[in-house]
């Protein structure tokens, strides 16, 4: 067999390679494992002179990447998928699971043709600097292989790769693989997308004694508008010690336990009013991941704190926390209450309104104001806390009072949603506690944040 009858043949094996993989793709019957083992890591390793094995094999659920070679420190993604979300994604999974501690490089490589170009565009900052992602270099497929192999000027070599590739792309194999993938079919495996985000606070958090007169303030707010009482509790009467310091916004991203102020924000700083009613003196700064196991009453007061914080960071979003209803409520960003809509992308940007009229048969007359509202719970699985979230609708009469149409107007809207509605109405609240939206007052508050964890693998027979 000359050169020429050689990548003839190859030619064709990798073309029945391709047609194998879109034919059972399209008949969602493809599983990456079946063509790795026997077929991609045997080709990847001669054609590029590597030592990839599977990294399962390595580190059980290896995330974001198929093989691996640890000694010269390349990783590869294999995917069907040729799309530059498709390449974003892979990226972004290398940076979060912190993959170029162990590997210098990641490579793509798409089993169905890769795109003519593609754009860098947010590649670089995905990538964090933290390893280098070149589109042109990082992104193959089979003719990359073909290439490659052309460079190669040894015969024997060739005819390696033709004869193990010849072998494996007979009828025979093809069809043995398709009948182990329609078998392999019985069982599935589905993502499971739950109402839970992640939240993510500072490592350190800071307690100090309080250092106001509790009477003396209590006192001085029967001279307001807003008495307070004398078994009031010791947030309200350090609410209003706050308040009398400074009028106008005054934060609540803290809590009251045994006397004392805690808080993610530093006691010590100048930079928070806070350090203004704690004994600077007495200020401790504990590892947060301690701090809720140190007793029940810390759990409990941790929990508050968090709720606090959430809070603060909603509102300057214009989501209210309502006490009396317990829900979060999007709000109107001006006193003249308008309609709210806004910007928000999951596979595209769209735009949702999140509050509206609701007028009246003849539309003369605005009954009351429809808002996307939704209740929480903080949880804490293996000390990683999460908060659920569950979407529903709040009705007022003037964008902030609760309306005496509401239990009418949410059982005619429970009736309609179906659980992908709620669903979408989930990841668009997601979205808006992760992300800058529009009308969003400060994109400075970082005390707090949000993820959306990994969905949760369900497997089922067919």
């Known amino acids: 067999m000359n050169r020429k009858e050689i990548f003839d043949s190859i030619a064709k094996s990798l073309s029945r390679f391709k047609s194998e993989v879109e034919i059972l793709n399209g008949n969602n019957l493809y599983d990456i494992n079946l063509h790795a083992e026997n077929v991609l890591i045997p080709l990847l390793n001669e054609t590029y002179e590597l030592k990839l094995e599977n990294a399962n094999k390595i580190k059980k659920n290896y995330p974001g990447i198929d093989l691996a070679d640890i000694e010269n420190r390349i990783a590869f993604q294999i995917t069907v998928t040729s799309t530059i979300t498709k390449v974003k994604h892979t990226v972004k999974e290398f940076v979060d699971h912190k993959l170029y501690e162990d590997f210098d490089f990641v490579f793509i490589y798409m089993l169905s043709s890769k795109q003519k170009?593609?754009?860098?565009?947010?590649?670089?900052?995905?990538?964090?600097?933290?390893?280098?992602?070149?589109?042109?270099?990082?992104?193959?497929?089979?003719?990359?292989?073909?290439?490659?192999?052309?460079?190669?000027?040894?015969?024997?070599?060739?005819?390696?790769?033709?004869?193990?590739?010849?072998?494996?792309?007979?009828?025979?194999?093809?069809?043995?693989?398709?009948?182990?993938?329609?078998?392999?079919?019985?069982?599935?495996t589905e993502d499971i997308y739950t109402n839970l985000v992640q939240i993510d606070f500072p490592e350190y958090i800071y307690v100090g004694d309080i250092n106001f007169d509790r009477d003396d303030i209590i006192k001085k707010s029967w001279e307001t508008e807003f008495r307070l009482k004398k078994n009031a509790s010791d947030r309200k009467v350090a609410l209003r010690a706050l308040q009398f310091i400074q009028e106008k916004g005054a934060i609540g991203d803290w809590h009251v336990v045994d006397k004392k102020i805690i808080s993610f924000n530093n006691l010590n700083s100048d930079d928070?009013?806070?350090?203004?009613?704690?004994?600077?003196?007495?200020?401790?700064?504990?590892?947060?991941?301690?701090?809720?196991?140190?007793?029940?009453?810390?759990?409990?007061?941790?929990?508050?704190?968090?709720?606090?914080?959430?809070?603060?960071?909603?509102?300057?979003?214009?989501?209210?926390?309502?006490?009396?209803?317990?829900?979060?409520?999007?709000?109107?960003?001006?006193?003249?209450?308008?309609?709210?809509?806004?910007?928000?992308?999951?596979?595209?940007?769209?735009?949702?309104?999140?509050?509206?009229?609701?007028?009246?048969?003849?539309?003369?007359?605005?009954?009351?104001?429809?808002?996307?509202?939704?209740?929480?719970?903080?949880?804490?699985?293996?000390?990683?806390?999460?908060?659920?979230?569950?979407?529903?609708?709040?009705?007022?009469?003037?964008?902030y009072t609760k309306s005496k149409f509401e239990p009418k107007m949410l059982k005619g809207i429970k009736q309609l949603e179906n659980n992908q509605a709620v669903y979408n109405a989930f990841?668009?609240?997601?979205?808006?506690?992760?992300?800058?939206?529009?009308?969003?007052?400060?994109?400075?508050?970082?005390?707090?944040?949000?993820?959306?964890?990994?969905?949760?693998?369900?497997?089922?027979?067919?």
Not at 122 to 127: A, M, S, V, Y
Not at 152 to 171: C, N, S
Not at 427 to 437: D, G, L, P, S
Request: aromatic share 12%.
């Open 117 to 188: 170009s593609y754009k860098e565009d947010g590649i670089k900052e995905l990538t964090e600097d933290k390893f280098d992602f070149d589109v042109k270099q990082h992104i193959l497929d089979s003719t990359d292989i073909y290439g490659k192999l052309d460079t190669y000027l040894q015969l024997t070599k060739l005819r390696k790769v033709e004869e193990f590739l010849a072998d494996e792309f007979t009828d025979e194999k093809i069809e043995e693989r398709k009948q182990l993938a329609e078998k392999e079919e019985l069982i599935i």
């Open 427 to 462: 990841r668009f609240i997601a979205y808006c506690m992760m992300n800058k939206i529009d009308d969003e007052i400060s994109n400075n508050y970082d005390l707090i944040d949000f993820s959306l964890p990994e969905p949760m693998k369900l497997t089922f027979n067919a």
């Open 272 to 399: 928070t009013i806070l350090n203004k009613i704690v004994e600077l003196g007495t200020v401790e700064q504990i590892e947060t991941k301690d701090f809720p196991f140190l007793s029940d009453k810390y759990n409990s007061a941790f929990k508050q704190l968090l709720n606090n914080t959430i809070n603060q960071k909603l509102y300057l979003k214009h989501i209210k926390y309502i006490g009396k209803e317990r829900i979060y409520r999007f709000s109107p960003t001006k006193k003249l209450v308008e309609v709210r809509k806004l910007q928000w992308k999951l596979k595209k940007r769209a735009t949702r309104t999140v509050l509206d009229r609701k007028w009246n048969k003849d539309n003369t007359q605005v009954l009351c104001y429809k808002h996307l509202a939704f209740k929480t719970q903080i949880h804490n699985f293996n000390e990683t806390w999460y908060l659920s979230i569950n979407p529903t609708w709040s009705f007022t009469w003037n964008g």
